[in-house]
Structures are given as C-alpha cells and as structure tokens.
C-alpha cells in the first residue's frame, strides 16, 4: 500500500494504545517518514508475577516490518527527543532502515554513544538540527516546535505537504520554570493556529489527570525540606535522564553543605552529555563514587538511578547491600523523585519493602506533603490550551494507553476541536484523501475515518 500525492497519511506501529516504544510513520506521494523509534522494557517475573531478583530486563520495541518493507521510500527517522521510549531501538532496528537521521544537538549527542556502543557511529548519518529550524527531507517539509518536557532539547514537529498539515507533538508539557533550557512560549503554538493545521498528534499520557503539570522549579523546596530533615545520608532517585532534576539537587547540596555524589551510568551518561553542549553550566562539585563511603553519613547527598525498580540499576543494588562503593545504614533516607510507570507496581514496592527492612526511611510522592516530583507531560488544562491555541481540524490522541486515548480525545471535543480520531498501533489514519478535504471536512465533519472504519495493516 502506497499513498499517491493526494494523500496524506498516519501510521502508529508502536506507543498508541501503549506507554513506551513510540514508532509513528507519515506517508505523502509514495514516500514515508518516520517520527521516533523508542523501546520499553518489560522485567523478568515468576509463575506468580513476581520480579525476580537480578533477572534482566528485556527490551521491547514496535514490529518495524510494514516500513523495512518500503525502506526504499523512507525518507528519513526524525528523533524528538532523548528519552528511551523514543530512541532507544534506534541501535537495534537502524541496520533495517538505513536512512537518514534528524534530530537536535543533545539528543544527537546522547544517540551518538548509542550507536557507538552498537559499533555503528561510522555508518549512520545523523544531521543535526537548530531549535525552530526547518527542513526539507524528501516530500515532507518539518519545522521543529520548541517545548518543555523532563528532559533537555524536546521538539515538537510540524509537517507540512502539499495537501496537509499536521503537528506532532511528542512528548510535552507547558512548563514556565523548567530550569534547564528555555521555557515555553505561547506565540509559538498561537502561530500554528492561524495556519490551518489539519490534524494535531498529541501526547495523551497525563490526559485523565485535572489540572496543571507542576514545574521543575517548584521541587527545590520540598526536595530541600526533606534533606535537611535527614540524619544520615540521603538518596533521590529520579529519572537518569531528568538533567533539571539533578541541576535542583546540586544547588541542593551546595545550599546544605552536602557532598553530592552520582550512581548510575544513565546519570553520569546524560551529565556528561549535557556538559558536552553546553547545557550544564557551573561547577561540578560531585565526589568519586569511591570515596563516598569514607565522608560521615550526614554530609553525603546521592542520586541514584533505579526510582522503577529496575534490575541492576544503583538503587535496587544499595536495596540488596551489593552496591560497591557504599552501603546505606539504619536511619538513612530514601526519596523518590518518581511517579510509578504502569507495569512497575511490584517491583517498586519490592523495593520500598528492602529499604524499609534496613530501616531506611522512604519518602515517596503519596507521604510527602510537599511537592518532589513533576510528570513531564501535559495534564487536563494543558491540553486545553494547546487546542485551544494550535485550533486543529481534528485530533489524533497518542502515547497513552486507552484510557488516556479517550480521555485526550473528550478534550479536545471539549474545546471545539471538530473531529477526534481514536485508534491503535497499525491503524491508517486519513489526513487528506483528496487535496482540499479538511476545508470542506470541517464544515462536514468527514475529516478522516470513524474508528469502525481505520483501516488496519496487520
């Protein structure tokens, strides 16, 4: 199956329906473009569902066959940001794509020890992109949309053909204090309203949650608070690639004389990264691993991956006393900058089981009266506005699972967005059957497909 230049159209294989492994194809005039290409992981568990200790972790990714098919009309695999759920499978799958690569200067820095460490740095193009640049890749032309998320350099995208327009938003949130890179900026998403953007491809991972995300700026008081509270030494586990969480915890440190300490290669992987361009500014302060266990307990303040409760990560090690370095002792404190991801229910409260038992105290998002973690995406109010703003003619909610697809789609619905399309990994999505179809769907509402009616590839 073919689009002819009269068609515009969307193609989900992986993170519709689902949280993690996003893989999204646009199909114009007989070529194709991808847009991310992630992985999720999914842990090792026994006959009764339970992790089992120091098993792996397997890597998940989307069944990538429908475009290595046609990969001789693949123009080029956009990545919108550095998150593993939109880059990781990049190593695994590139060999059966062999195109192209477009991304921005620290995404393209964290993809460049991927595929080092693949042994493919040699063979792979990657072109990087300025903030707000356009470019021309094969049939599509793709502007890349400054926004906020929970890691630095995340795009926005829109894509424009000769008989549509669509804007991808990846993942997002509208955050005015995001404390590392720039904050975002209404004009940007008012402009594309006046465009006439036929179809708005949106985040829905937040979407059945009222309200406003929280700033990264407004953590420094709780995550302070509870360090000074503390006796001993102190942990915080975040995402390894939160740089603005770990900016917060070094002017922690410094503010409460604590030496701060890195555990994890995904921290020290994503610091380094940033330091290379540009995005860490001031000095560093952290102390050798090694030497962590000889400071008194009360100086030391540590972040350290594993807030999922994965296997082999820092945190799950000092849960097992099988860190290296450093034990920690009864009376030391554990926070949990994290939300629980969907599907890692058991091995975090596995975790927390451990750590209680050496007498650690945990401090999770549920037991803390203050604020310590925000969600990189956009909760009911965001999204709102960002409809209310870009004025799509239809909305294509994704990353989510179902209940977030819906609850994204209700609303858009909810602030005049004439159409909503819901759908699942391997349903076609018509943007434009025929040039000229969103003026007349609008007035219509025949935009697109109704869900009984996607057609669906395998």
């Known amino acids: 199956m073919t689009p002819d230049e009269s068609d515009f159209w969307f193609l989900p294989l992986g993170g519709t329906g689902e949280i993690g492994m996003n893989l999204n194809l646009y199909g114009h005039d007989g070529r194709w473009l991808m847009v991310d290409c992630g992985v999720t992981f999914e842990a090792k568990t026994d006959i009764d569902g339970e992790p089992i200790e120091g098993a792996r972790a397997e890597v998940q990714m989307a069944d990538p066959q429908f475009i290595v098919d046609r990969r001789e009309q693949l123009d080029g695999l956009i990545i919108t940001h550095a998150h593993e759920d939109h880059i990781g499978a990049v190593p695994y799958l590139w060999e059966r794509f062999r195109c192209p690569i477009y991304t921005t200067a620290y995404t393209a820095e964290i993809l460049r020890r991927k595929l080092a460490e693949a042994g493919l740095i040699k063979k792979v193009k990657v072109h990087i992109v300025e903030a707000h640049a356009s470019r021309q890749i094969g049939v599509f032309n793709v502007q890349w949309i400054q926004l906020t998320h929970s890691i630095p350099d995340p795009f926005a995208l829109l894509i424009t053909t000769p008989v549509g327009k669509v804007f991808h938003t990846a993942d997002w949130k509208l955050d005015s204090g995001p404390v590392v890179g720039e904050a975002y900026r209404e004009e ?158 058991l091995p975090i409260e596995a975790l927390i089981e451990r750590l209680k038992a050496m007498n650690v105290d945990v401090i999770t998002v549920d037991n803390s009266r203050l604020e310590i973690h925000a969600s990189g995406h956009p909760a009911m109010e965001e999204l709102k506005a960002m409809y209310r703003w870009v004025k799509p003619a239809c909305a294509i909610p994704v990353h989510g699972e179902f209940q977030h697809l819906r609850a994204n789609a209700r609303l858009a619905k909810s602030v005049g967005v004439p159409e909503q399309l819901e759908g699942k990994n391997g349903d076609l999505y018509y943007i434009a059957p025929v040039k000229g179809i969103r003026r007349d769907a609008v007035k219509t509402g025949r935009l697109g497909l109704v869900q009984n009616k996607l057609k669906k590839l395998f």
């Open 188 to 345: 940007d998403y008012s402009r594309l309203g006046e465009l006439g953007i036929d179809v708005m491809v949106c985040d829905s991972t937040n979407a059945n949650v009222p309200g406003w995300s929280t700033s990264e700026a407004s953590l420094y008081k709780g995550l302070k608070h509870h360090v000074e509270q503390a006796k001993g030494r102190v942990v915080i586990t975040c995402f390894g690639s939160n740089i603005a969480r770990l900016r917060t915890v070094a002017d922690i440190a410094k503010e409460t004389g604590r030496h701060l300490g890195l555990l994890g290669r995904s921290l020290l992987n994503t610091h380094a990264a940033a330091k290379r361009v540009g995005l860490w500014n001031g000095i560093d302060t952290f102390v050798d691993p090694h030497h962590l266990g000889f400071l008194p307990r009360d100086t030391v303040l540590l972040v350290a991956t594993g807030s999922q409760g994965e296997p082999r990560t820092a945190l799950n090690r000092l849960s097992q006393n099988s860190f290296r370095d450093i034990e920690l002792e009864a009376g030391d404190t554990v926070i949990f900058s994290s939300k629980v991801i969907p599907g890692n229910e």
